[in-house]
């Protein structure tokens, strides 16, 4: 699966952008992709939730050490394993 989606969130307000083009300048202007809006819709939720579970599960690296860590191991966990 290859999620492309961005969720922009202003107080109680939420909007939803899910395409299947890149950000970039030239791929939203130029380029014939899908782009869907959504604004204060009930789709939001899956996709924050989707967002949270990766962000969870992503690799932070220590630029001094080079260890690397999920985002639920502490500072002192990975300097054990390091």
């Known amino acids: 699966m290859h999620d492309k989606f961005l969720t ?3 107080g109680s307000e939420s909007t939803l952008h899910t395409a299947s ?3 970039p300048y030239q791929a939203r202007r130029h380029h014939e ?3 869907l ?3 204060n819709h009930l789709l939001s ?3 924050q939730r989707r967002f949270d579970s990766h ?3 992503s690799l932070r690296r220590d630029p001094q050490t080079g260890v690397a860590a999920t985002s639920d191991e502490t ?3 990975v300097a054990d394993r390091g």
Do not use: A, G, V
Request: no cysteine.
């Open 8 to 10: 922009i969130r202003q």
């Open 37 to 39: 809006s959504l604004r």
């Open 75 to 77: 500072d002192d966990e």
């Open 21 to 23: 083009h890149n950000l």
């Open 45 to 47: 939720t899956p996709f």
């Open 33 to 35: 992709d899908n782009l």
């Open 55 to 57: 962000h969870r599960e």
